[in-house]
T-cell receptor
Framework: DGGITQSPKYLFRKEGQNVTLSCEQNLNHDAMYWYRQDPGQGLRLIYYSQIVNDFQKGDIAEGYSVSREKKESFPLTVTSAQKNPTAFYLC??????????????FGPGTRLTVL | QQQVKQSPQSLIVQKGGIPIINCAYENTAFDYFPWYQQFPGKGPALLIAIRPDVSEKKEGRFTISFNKSAKQFSLHIMDSQPGDSATYFCAASKWETSGSRLTFGEGTQLTVNP
């Protein structure tokens, strides 16, 4: 069963704690992405990675960190430096087709709540 | 400025109506324009996408119209159904050496009444 899995589905964090969100894909996609979604807003890019051991900051990287040690995995750590982490976090992956399209496919998301 | 502006914010139509959602972009380097559909608590799912060299694309009941000179594109949903009630996002991207970054509109919450 191919796709993108994210875990956990719901996550609760106390203030001052770091938490790590998991994202795994078995689509053999090269690129992976993390987005944050707040109520009534569009998706904002946190980090993205085109290849293993390489990643770039997106528009709202402050307070977050990532790693890309394996092609299939792209975990996101929400650090205590992120002042307003309560949000819906979405992971995506993409591959560029021979026609030039670079479609992104999304996982089911993790809802993080800070207590 | 890599912005995508989407309107309206919310839209209510009757079953069988044709909701139209509009997006405008600024960066002429964008070369790919997808639309995503998102149900509550779920991740967005790709609905349909278009490249700048095409003015219109249809897939089932969904049609994208693209106006390159005006830097605008829109989604039309023919014969809308209550099951189409969801949030719709337009997006735009350009291929960069470090991957493809999607810039999203703010979303349109569509309600189709029975």
């Amino acid at each position: 069963d191919g796709g993108i899995t994210q875990s956990p589905k719901y996550l609760f964090r106390k203030e001052g704690q770091n938490v790590t969100l998991s994202c795994e894909q078995n689509l053999n996609h090269d690129a992976m992405y993390w987005y944050r979604q707040d109520p009534g807003q569009g998706l904002r890019l946190i980090y993205y990675s085109q290849i293993v051991n390489d990643f770039q900051k997106g528009d709202i990287a402050e307070g977050y960190s990532v790693s890309r040690e394996k092609k299939e995995s792209f975990p996101l750590t929400v650090t205590s430096a992120q002042k307003n982490p309560t949000a819906f976090y979405l992971c995506a992956s993409s591959i560029r087709t021979s026609g030039g399209a670079h479609t992104q496919y999304f996982g089911p998301g993790t809802r993080l709540t800070v207590l | 400025q890599q912005q995508v502006k989407q309107s309206p914010q919310s839209l209510i139509v009757q079953k069988g109506g044709i909701p139209i959602i509009n997006c405008a972009y600024e960066n002429t380097a964008f070369d790919y324009f997808p639309w995503y559909q998102q149900f509550p608590g779920k991740g967005p799912a790709l609905l349909i996408a278009i490249r700048p060299d095409v003015s219109e694309k249809k897939e089932g009941r969904f049609t994208i119209s693209f106006n390159k000179s005006a830097k605008q594109f829109s989604l039309h949903i023919m014969d809308s159904q209550p099951g189409d009630s969801a949030t719709y996002f337009c997006a735009a991207s350009k291929w960069e050496t470090s991957g493809s970054r999607l810039t999203f509109g703010e979303g349109t919450q569509l309600t189709v009444n029975p």
